[in-house]
């Protein structure tokens, strides 16, 4: 059993920036790929970032050059860097493990930008 605990979200205004935070209970960074996903009102969960087991990075097209995602083993977080924020990123971003056989979440974190 892996928990995922998100931390981060907040309140910012457009062009802003906002650092989330995704804590696993144990290592699992080298058999999981880890990802963020954002749901907003009325839409789709959409994948918005992921980090593979060997660090391979990718980007849903609407965050590219904007988001980045990393990870610090040592202290078994994921981040999500959120720079030049816009109104349409304001969702509920989960943290994401996926592995061979089991999937986790976290609860989720509320993002809302302002325009």
């Known amino acids: 059993q892996v928990q995922l605990v998100e931390s981060g979200g907040g309140l910012v205004q457009a062009g802003g920036s906002l650092r989330l935070s995704c804590v696993a209970s144990r290592n699992i960074f080298s058999t999981y790929a880890m990802g963020w996903y954002r749901q907003a009102p009325g839409k789709q969960r959409e994948l918005v970032a992921s980090i593979t087991s060997l660090g391979i990075t990718n980007y849903v097209d609407s965050v590219k050059g904007r988001f980045t995602i990393s990870r610090n083993t040592a202290k078994n977080t994921v981040y999500l860097q959120m720079n030049s924020l816009k109104p349409e990123d304001t969702a509920v971003y989960s943290c994401?493990?996926?592995?061979?056989?089991?999937?986790?979440w976290g609860q989720g974190t509320q993002v809302t930008v302002s325009s």
């Open positions: 994401n493990a996926q592995g061979r056989v089991y999937t986790y």
